[in-house]
C-alpha cells in the first residue's frame, strides 16, 4: 500500500528531427479532369492554385507509401528504425476499420515492437500528431516519434463533384519527433467545433453505401466550399495568432509560414487575415500537388528545403484544419 | 448611420484591396460577378470585410441574394438601421 510509482518523467525538450514525403508517380494535370466537371484548366487555377495532383496507384497504398515517406525522414533524423518508440498515424483514407494502419507500418519499417496506432483528425492530423509526439518525448513516454499524415483521397472523391474533384489528392508525409536541449515544438493551439461537421464530410456510412438500393457505393467525401472557406481563413487566422503568441514570438520572428495546403486562396487569404511580414515564406506545395489532408503539410515542409526556400533551424507557423471541423497550430523549428 | 454614398465607396475600398478593382468601377449598378469579375470566394473575403466595417451580419444565405454592388448597399443599409 505503500509503494510509490515509478514514472518515466524527464525534463528534456522536443523537436523535429526528420522530414520526408512520399509522392505517387502518376501526375493528374488539371486537363485530365476539366471534362468530367465540366470546368476549364483556368477556372481550377483560378479557384484553387491547383495545376497539378498526384494520384496513387493500387500499389501505391496508405501503407506502402507511408513506409516510403517514414524512410525518408528517419535518414533525414539519423536514427534507426529500432530507436522509434511510437508510430502515429493520421489519416481518413485507411480502409480498413481495424487493425491500424500504423501497427503493419511499424513491422514494416523494421521498429522493435513501437508502440503505434491511428488518429482521424482529417487536415488537422499531422499538427494534431506532432503535439502528441512532442507531448510523448517531453512526457519519457517515447524516445523517438514517427508522425505519419497519409491519404489517399482519390479513393473517395467523387470524380464528377464540381467542388471537390479537382481539389483532392494523394501522398504521404512523416516527421521524426525526439528529444532536444532547445525548444523546437512550441505550445499547440487546437479545438474542434462539431457543430459544422456536416461542411466536411464523409456523405454517409459504409453500412448504408454497401447496402444502397442501388448497389454498393463509394461513400464520398462531401464539402462546402464557401462555408469552409469563410472558417478556414478568419477563424484559422485567429488560432494561428494564438499560436505564435503561445511560442512567446511575434510574426517578425517567423520565417516560414506552412498552413494545411486545402486551396492557395485560403493561404492567400490567411497570410493577408494574419499581416504576416513580407519576408515570411508561404508554402504553396499545393500548386503541384493538390489537397492531401494530414500528408500536406509534412510534404510542402520537404518541398521547401529541397527548394531552398526554408533551412534547418527556421521558425516554422504551422496550421491544420478540417473536418469535424478540427484545427491545430503551432510554431517549430524546422528538421 | 452613413449615406448610401458612403457605403458604396466603403464597398468599392474593399473590392479594390481584395480584388483589385478599380474603385471608380464599383458602382451601384454593377454586377459582382458579371462585371466587377468578383468570384464565389472573394464574395466571402467581400462579406467578411464589410461586416467588420460597417458593424452588420450578412448571413451565408443572403449572399447568394447580392447580386450588384446596389443590393449590397441597400441590404447594408435595411439592417444597420
Sequence with gaps: MSATIRTTQVSREARLLGIGGYRPARIVPNAEIVERIDSSDEWIRTRSGIATRRWANEDETVVAMSVAASGKALAHAGITPDQVGCVVVSTVTHLYQTPSAAAEIAYKLGTDRAAAFDISAACAGFCYGVSLGADMVRGGTADHVLVIGVERLSDLTDQTDRSTAFIFADGAGAAVVGPSDEPGIGPVVWGSDGQHLD????????????????????????????????????????????????????????????????????????????????????????????????????????????????????LALLIGFGAGLVYAAQVVRIP | ????????????????????????????????????????????????AAEEKFGVKIPDDEVKNLATVGDAVAFIERVGT
Excluded: C
Excluded at chain 1, 218 to 242: I, Q, S
Excluded at chain 1, 268 to 285: C, H, Q, W
Design chain 2, 1 to 48: 448611420m452613413a449615406s448610401t454614398e458612403e457605403i458604396r465607396s466603403g464597398l468599392a475600398d474593399i473590392v479594390n484591396e481584395i480584388a483589385g478593382v478599380p474603385a471608380a468601377d464599383v458602382q451601384l449598378d454593377k454586377s459582382f460577378t458579371d462585371d466587377l469579375d468578383i468570384d464565389s470566394l472573394s464574395m466571402v473575403e467581400v462579406v467578411v
Design chain 1, 199 to 314: 461542411l466536411i464530410r464523409q456523405r454517409e456510412e459504409w453500412r448504408d453505401a454497401l447496402f444502397a438500393p442501388g448497389g454498393p457505393r463509394m461513400p464520398h467525401l462531401t464539402m462546402e466550399g464557401n462555408a469552409v472557406f469563410r472558417w478556414a481563413v478568419y477563424e484559422m487566422a485567429k488560432v494561428a495568432r494564438e499560436a505564435i503568441d503561445a511560442a512567446g514570438i511575434t510574426p517578425d520572428d517567423l520565417d516560414v509560414f506552412v498552413p494545411h495546403q486545402a486551396n492557395m486562396r485560403i493561404t492567400d487569404a490567411m497570410a493577408r487575415a494574419l499581416k504576416l511580414p513580407a519576408s515570411v515564406v508561404t508554402a504553396r506545395d499545393i500548386i503541384e500537388q493538390g489537397n492531401t489532408s494530414a500528408a500536406s503539410i509534412p510534404l510542402a515542409i520537404e518541398r521547401l528545403l529541397e527548394t531552398g526556400q526554408a533551412r534547418s533551424g527556421d
